[in-house]
């Protein structure tokens, strides 16, 4: 049941397992859009469950992107909350979400960028 699934997902984010939610939200994502693709040609199912899935995963990889050492994943968590967005485009949650992640990468690339002109310059 993808609610159960999705309850999972929200107790991984709150223990801080971050690859283990976005596994978790993979797999309802992949059911949802699996089930729906034959009927939809290719169109996001407008579920609201698959909205959840996506924005867990997006907070899980933001999650991970935090974590030291790890590759970051902001802009894949700004892709799931586009498709999200996709599907409830009035989701005000989901704008201000996409606004934080945003400001998260253009916060990162910032620091990537004055890494780069340190190993140019030195």
């Given at each position: 049941d993808f609610t159960i699934k999705l309850n999972v997902c929200q107790v991984l984010l709150a223990m801080s397992e971050w690859r283990a939610a976005i596994a978790t939200a993979d797999g309802v994502?992949?059911?949802?859009v699996g089930r729906h693709s034959k009927k939809g040609n290719g169109a996001l199912?407008?579920?609201?469950?698959?909205?959840?899935?996506?924005?867990r995963r997006a907070k899980a990889r933001i999650g991970l992107s935090d974590v030291s050492g790890e590759i970051s994943q902001l802009e894949e968590a700004i892709e799931d909350l586009k498709q999200a967005l996709l599907v409830e485009p009035e989701n005000n949650e989901?704008?201000?979400?996409l606004d934080k992640a945003r400001l998260r990468q253009k916060d990162?690339?910032?620091?990537n960028q004055a890494v780069y002109q340190k190993?140019?310059?030195s």
């Open positions: 994502i992949l059911e949802l199912p407008n579920d609201p469950l698959l909205v959840k899935a996506l924005v989901l704008l201000r979400e990162a690339d910032a620091k190993m140019v310059h």
